[in-house]
């Protein structure tokens, strides 16, 4: 099984590398959303410190969104969704590799939204263990949860539509979750920052052992 994500999430991110979506389409859009956000709540630098932590996980949750969909469209090109079926690659080896792959792009896109942050908006980065270990348990609940649903929706002729109206109410959790850990690590609260972080990894374990629970029957549903 692990072979088989390895070799699924080798040939998602090649073919990133190769269109460069992410670092053509998606991050620019992430950027933006924080430019747009810095602009609705004005030049008031203390309140854009302070609002920090929810504006740089929402910009984070809308580019999941986007990854998401992009990772399994390009199985819709030529029946590549039936080749991968076919191809006696263990089901949840496939989702594993799916889920590897999208976190790897949200990581890399985590990077510039923390030096957007910094430079759009002045913000101090301290707490930088926190920070990563943040970032670390909730890309993975991310990508956990993109897997899942991605899969479930893949085969629907609305599936672009669908998706969000599936993943966001799931993934509250770990937007409330990171949000409060970012603000811990940030001092702008005064809260228990790994408490929140424990919170993302249960989340994380919970929705990956779903999903290769359940990765034969999405995908043959798919």
Known sequence: ???????????????????????????????????????ALGADQPTLER???????????????????????????????????????????????????????????????????????????????LLAATCAAATIGLAATGSLYGALAAGLRVRDTLLPLLLLPVVAPVLIASTRAFEAALGTVGVDGWAWVSLLTVFAALYTALGLACAGVLLEEA
């Open 1 to 39: 099984m692990l072979a088989d994500a390895l070799l699924v999430a080798g040939k998602d991110l090649r073919v990133e590398l190769r269109s460069r979506v992410t670092t053509n389409q998606v991050a620019p859009f992430a950027l933006l959303v924080l430019l747009l956000f810095g602009f």
């Open 51 to 129: 609002t920090t932590p929810g504006l740089f996980w929402l910009a984070v949750l809308f580019s999941s969104l986007l990854a998401t969909q992009r990772a399994f469209a390009v199985e819709a090109v030529d029946g590549n969704r039936d080749a991968l079926r076919l191809s006696g690659m263990h089901p949840a080896g496939i989702l594993l590799g799916k889920g590897i792959a999208i976190a790897a792009e949200l990581l890399v896109l985590q990077a510039v939204l923390l030096a957007g942050v910094v430079a759009l908006y002045g913000t101090e980065l301290d707490g930088a263990g």
